[in-house]
């Protein structure tokens, strides 16, 4: 089993940056894809960011390519998003998952993660 535990959300203002973590316990992750995922207000959750398990395989949504980095410290059993240029379409609550399929990359659906943190909360107000 593996716990998954987000820090790092707050209120910034539009173009601030922030970075997010994710401490794995349990088990280490470093066999595991991993990916953020986030939940605006009256919406449903939409993929950010994928890493794979050694993580050479990296992808984005749209939304956020070019302004967002996803990487892993498989040492410290850790994810992590930089989330540059924040815009107040940002704003959600920002949870990190764990996958238990075996492939190299990296994935994009829900339905692919085994393992969820509970979020945390980034506002970026304009």
Do not use: H
């Not at 209120?11 to 066999?31: E, H, K, M, P």
């Not at 950010?48 to 967002?68: D, L, T």
């Amino acid at each position: 089993q593996v716990q998954l535990v987000e820090s790092g959300g707050a209120l910034v203002q539009a173009g601030d940056s922030l970075r997010l973590s994710c401490a794995a316990s349990g088990r280490t992750v470093d066999n595991y894809a991993m990916g953020w995922f986030r939940q605006a207000p009256g919406k449903e959750r939409e993929f950010v960011a994928g890493i794979g398990r050694i993580g050479s395989n990296i992808g984005y949504a749209a939304a956020v390519k070019g302004r967002f980095t996803i990487s892993r410290d498989n040492a410290k059993n850790t994810l992590y998003l930089q989330m540059n240029s924040l815009k107040p379409g940002d704003t959600a609550v920002y949870s990190c998952a764990a996958s238990r399929l075996t492939g190299w990359g990296y994935y994009l659906g829900e339905s692919d993660y085994a393992y969820w943190g509970q979020g945390t909360q980034v506002t970026v107000s304009s």
